[in-house]
């Protein structure tokens, strides 16, 4: 299987279908059908199996899934099935907030190293962690063969910290600077900007009074 060849749309699901299947599980439930699990999802079972068949064929007709299989698939497909570590960069009151979120490692992700530049900041203990000067990143990236970090920093210093940190040899980056980053083609970001989905979902409301 080809990963360059699935479209992202389907990629997107995927972490979706996993969620749930990891809730059924720990019901006590051992078979879903496409149906069903589409029901809970408000996703059509024909868009659940044709997603899949991307991957392989993980169910049997009149039978449907078991439970556990298409977790431990899914997991290999997202490359979940250990844990990555993770840099995180900015430690304000977001950054703090995210540091402390409880479910990362379930999910496939653990926060081994907190960085900011702000000499108030460096030093103090967040999450069981020190946080260290930015200029020490790269360093602690190498030793680690951190690939993945999150980018929590105000959007003035966003495209330094992109830049550092791709130098370092990061490979992934979820962005929650309110502005977007320039990086090279084979660097995977993922934007977030809650103020941006406020205002799509903002266009379907009535405006208020």
């Known amino acids: 299987m080809d990963a360059n060849k699935v479209p992202d749309i389907v990629v997107s699901r995927l972490p979706i279908y996993l969620r749930a299947l990891n809730r059924l599980a720990e019901e006590g439930q051992k078979v879903i059908s496409s149906q069903a699990l589409g029901d809970q999802l408000s996703i059509s079972s024909a868009q659940i199996r044709k997603d899949l068949s991307h991957f392989g064929e993980f169910g049997k007709q009149g039978t449907g899934y078991v439970i556990e ?38 999910e496939g992700f653990e926060i081994v190293a907190l960085f900011d530049n702000a000499p108030h900041k460096i030093g103090e203990t967040v999450a069981n962690m020190c946080i260290q000067d930015v200029v020490h990143l790269p360093e602690v990236v190498r030793e680690r ?25 990061i490979r992934a980056i979820l962005n929650y600077a309110p502005i977007s980053i320039s990086v090279p083609p084979e660097i995977t970001v993922q934007h977030i900007d809650p103020a941006v989905y406020l205002q799509w979902m903002s266009y379907y409301l009535e405006s208020p009074d």
């Open 69 to 106: 299989y298409l977790q431990a698939q899914l997991r290999r497909v997202l490359n979940v099935e250990t844990v990555w570590p993770v840099v995180l960069t900015g430690c304000g009151a977001l950054g703090r907030a995210l540091a402390n979120y409880p479910d990362f490692h379930s």
């Open 145 to 169: 063969e951190i690939k993945v970090a999150i980018l929590a920093v105000p959007a003035s210093a966003a495209q330094k910290t992109a830049d550092i940190l791709v130098e370092a040899g």
